[in-house]
């Protein structure tokens, strides 16, 4: 089960503070198997796509919401699947599905409260939960790279990246830095995919630039100015990171740019 970092600031994990103030230190990143570090989805290219036109919603209705998202699940099949195909691997889709209740059972457990998204590796399925605050805000950009998100999952997944991530990190009754850093190093570099493609598409979404600029300023900790992780942080990344990955992504417009399995740890912090 995969969750972005987006939908941890509601959840009991995000209320969790790590003490210590230290930051990681310098040292090269560990040997991961080559399906993380040379895979061949790093020289693919830019993305297959330069264009996602987005639905207008203009009553906030739950149809129109999930007609926009649909509408950017389109976007993203457009600019993976000949990715993916190049790369070598069998491009099949991602099912999205919409609720609005909580609750929702899924092939990889239960949809966790506090949540807004999840990738399930077993289906190959996302599942978005459209709260009511969404509802009224359904074009943001950060839902769209919420959405990007999970589906930077699904390509690690199509390409066996995912495969060797849930063996060796996820589903864990005891955890402890090795895999903490191995899910980090998973959840930036879907970061990454996820804005590779909004900046592979941003000229075409006729958006401001402070879009973009106020979704890398965004914080969900609440206390990273007094140097404090909390679960948030030990599972996706810190802001720095998170933010290093985005730029990263959206200017490469490519999976190159997305290695995030041969970076130094201070990059995946």
């Known amino acids: 089960?995969?969750?972005?970092?987006?939908?941890?600031?509601?959840?009991?994990?995000?209320?969790?503070?790590?003490?210590?103030?230290?930051p990681a230190a310098a040292s090269s990143a560990p040997s991961y198997k080559p399906?993380?570090?040379?895979?061949?989805?790093?020289?693919?290219?830019?993305?297959?796509?330069?264009?996602?036109?987005?639905?207008?919603?203009?009553?906030?209705?739950?149809e129109e919401a999930e007609y926009y998202f649909q509408a950017v699940m389109e976007c993203l099949d457009k600019a993976w699947s000949p990715i993916v195909k190049k790369a070598g691997y069998r491009f099949t889709k991602s099912k999205l599905t919409v609720f609005t209740k909580l609750g929702v059972n899924t092939p990889c457990g239960r949809f966790e409260a506090g949540a807004q998204a999840m990738y399930c590796e077993k289906n190959k399925g996302m599942y978005f939960f459209l709260s009511e605050d969404i509802v009224e805000e359904p074009t943001d950009l950060a839902l769209m790279q919420v959405l990007a998100h999970e589906y930077g999952h699904h390509v690690q997944e199509l390409t066996g990246i995912g495969k060797e991530t849930t063996k060796r990190f996820y589903y864990k009754t005891k955890v402890n830095d090795s895999i903490m850093e191995g899910v980090r190093r998973s959840e930036l570099q879907a970061q990454c995919l996820s804005a590779a493609f909004v900046g592979r598409v941003w000229n075409s979404l006729g958006r401001p630039d402070t879009d973009w600029s106020?979704?890398?300023?965004?914080?969900?900790?609440?206390?990273?100015?007094?140097?404090?992780?909390?679960?948030?942080?030990?599972?996706?990344?810190?802001?720095?990171?998170?933010?290093?990955?985005?730029?990263?992504g959206f200017k490469a417009q490519s999976a190159s740019a997305c290695n995030t399995w041969t970076a130094p740890k201070k990059r995946v912090y």
């Not at 895979?39 to 639905?55: D, I, Q, R, S």
């Not at 914080?219 to 985005?246: C, F, I, M, T």
Request: aromatic fraction near 4%; include cysteine; glycine fraction near 14%.
């Open 35 to 62: 399906v993380l570090t040379k895979n061949a989805l790093y020289k693919t290219g830019k993305l297959g796509v330069t264009a996602c036109e987005e639905p207008q919603v203009q009553n906030g209705t739950v």
């Open 1 to 22: 089960m995969r969750i972005p970092r987006l939908a941890l600031m509601a959840g009991a994990m995000a209320g969790v503070l790590f003490a210590g103030t230290a």
């Open 214 to 248: 106020i979704l890398l300023k965004g914080s969900h900790n609440p206390v990273a100015a007094l140097g404090v992780r909390n679960g948030g942080d030990e599972s996706h990344g810190s802001q720095a990171g998170n933010k290093y990955w985005l730029e990263r």
